[in-house]
């Protein structure tokens, strides 16, 4: 018997970020989520925010890289060099053609962001994992629900 696996894992690209990619994603987080000293909260261009991003690539890791690649080929080199007017220009021109890239590496960006436990505070909420003690939902109208159940059953039992 082989020792070679059948089903190989996934080439999901390389997690890690170089230094150029770092400050292309660093500026591009500025541009997403900016510092608020009116709420007390980080950017997410924050370094504590950054080195979670950094570490949390996993399988989107191509996306990342082929996301801040483009937004440096649209902003005619180092985005990260450029004043905030030219960076927020190639944001907008990002946000027209970034596709389903742009859009997972807007994800990790906000879960990040979000579990941040200056953020987390800042929007009145326990710095804590949902699990064990869960979070306390306020009850919907399940009413809502009645068209889906009047329905009936849309499967086939196996």
């Not at 690209?13 to 909260?41: Q, Y």
């Not at 949390?56 to 082929?66: E, F, I, N």
Request: hydrophobic share 40%; charged share 25%.
């Amino acid at each position: 018997m082989s020792n070679t696996l059948a089903n190989p894992p996934p080439s999901w690209g390389d997690p890690n970020l170089t230094d150029a990619e770092k400050r292309t994603l660093a500026a591009m987080c500025a541009r997403m989520i900016p510092a608020s000293d009116e709420f007390k909260v980080p950017g997410a261009d924050d370094p504590l925010i950054q080195a979670d991003i950094a570490k949390s690539l996993g399988r989107d890791a191509t996306a990342v890289h082929d996301t801040l690649a483009l937004l440096n080929r649209i902003a005619g080199g180092d985005f990260a060099a450029l004043p905030v007017a030219k960076q927020e220009e190639a944001c907008a021109t990002l946000r027209a053609e970034g596709g389903m890239n742009l859009t997972l590496t807007t994800r990790i960006v906000l879960q990040c962001y979000y579990r941040d436990d200056r953020v987390m505070i800042s929007l009145g909420m326990e710095p804590r994992p949902p699990f064990p003690k869960g979070h306390v939902l306020p009850q919907g109208d399940w009413s809502l629900l009645d068209p889906v159940r009047a329905r009936g059953k849309i499967w086939r039992d196996a």
